[in-house]
């Protein structure tokens, strides 16, 4: 499979790449003049510099990964890979429907001029609305089973599959969205986590080889823009996007729940959260000097880069972990 789809995979990251990348060009004076960021005011203070910085930027690359995997996806047809380009466009609409989620509330928070668009239970009907839509279309069109494979056999979820399956879309695509708050981190953690995923499902998966093969290339051509200082931010609209891809990607596997520590920072960032509310209603104290966990990391010194930089590190640790796990 990887040799009937090698050219096509390497087509793909350099599509998405430069359509990103061009894109974001034309983006950054166009979304500076219409579209400023509203800076989160519990932020941190040193991010007030930060004001005025453009958003929205990920339509960019919205459109260059819709583009390339509806592309891909008309090329499997033609190869008679109906099963294959099914389940990628099923992954673009899933990711489709959370960045419209995404977009609706940037441009509220644009009309508000505050950080503070759609209110949390919006957010989460709609990514519920989302998530049940993928799924029953997963049962449908592809007969997906409820169990799950793990190195030493199948274990059959049977009904507590589907709670635990609409727990882990709308955890990861919401952790992702946690994650873009310093420059840079989102795009670098989600570039990350598409080399790892490239890595599992080249030889097997076509349909996320080929996903993880537009992630990469978006995420680095959103990065020569937004990595520090930015020169625009990827909004809710890219933040949702990515996550959704990631996390859509997973269940094309044998077993979706891998996508936990494949997406290890996206979950330490959304615990960070959890623990930081949790310890300060029980105690009246802070747990992190601030949540999530990179705002943390920041208080005590950190650069924004060195923070990308562990953000990698550490999500390519984990995921290379589990794929070796897997092996053995």
Excluded at 2 to 7: A, H, I, K, Q, V
Excluded at 97 to 123: C, E, F, T
Excluded at 239 to 260: H, Q, R, Y
């Amino acid at each position: 499979m990887t040799d009937n789809y090698l050219l096509l995979y390497v087509f793909i990251f350099l599509l998405t790449l430069l359509m990103t990348a061009i894109s974001e060009r034309k983006l950054v004076p166009l979304l500076g003049r219409r579209a400023h960021q509203p800076i989160y005011e519990e932020g941190p203070a040193w991010h007030r510099g930060k004001e005025g910085t453009p958003t929205m930027g990920g339509l960019a690359f919205l459109i260059s990964v819709s583009v390339s995997l509806l592309i891909s996806a008309a090329i499997m047809l033609h190869s008679g890979n109906n099963r294959s380009a099914s389940s990628q466009l099923l992954i673009l609409l899933f990711s489709l429907l959370n960045a419209l989620i995404g977009v609706i509330d940037d441009i509220a928070k644009l009309k508000k001029q505050k950080n503070k668009g759609l209110s949390p239970i919006q957010k989460i009907i709609g990514q519920l609305a989302a998530a049940i839509i993928f799924l029953a279309l997963r049962a449908k069109v592809f007969g997906a089973t409820t169990a799950v494979e793990f190195s030493f056999g199948k274990i059959e979820l049977g009904i507590f599959y589907y709670p635990l399956a609409l727990l882990l879309l709308l955890g990861i695509v919401n952790c992702a969205n946690l994650t873009d708050g310093i420059d840079g981190l989102a795009s670098s953690v989600a570039f990350t986590v598409g080399v790892s995923l490239f890595y599992f499902s080249a030889f097997s998966y076509p349909e996320v080889a080929l996903s993880s093969a537009a992630l990469v290339g978006a995420t680095l051509g959103f990065l020569f823009f937004n990595i520090n200082p930015a020169k625009i931010f990827m909004g809710d609209t890219g933040s949702l996007f990515l996550g959704a891809l990631a996390v859509s990607m997973a269940f094309s596997l044998k077993n979706p729940f891998l996508i936990i520590p494949v997406c290890s920072v996206y979950v330490i960032e959304g615990i960070s959260v959890i623990l930081q509310v949790v310890f300060f209603k029980a105690t009246g104290k802070r747990l992190f000097r601030m949540a999530p966990l990179h705002h943390h990391l920041e208080r005590l010194g950190m650069s924004e880069t060195k923070i990308c930089m562990i953000a990698m590190t550490l999500t390519l640790a984990t995921a290379f972990l589990t794929f070796f796990l897997l092996s053995l």
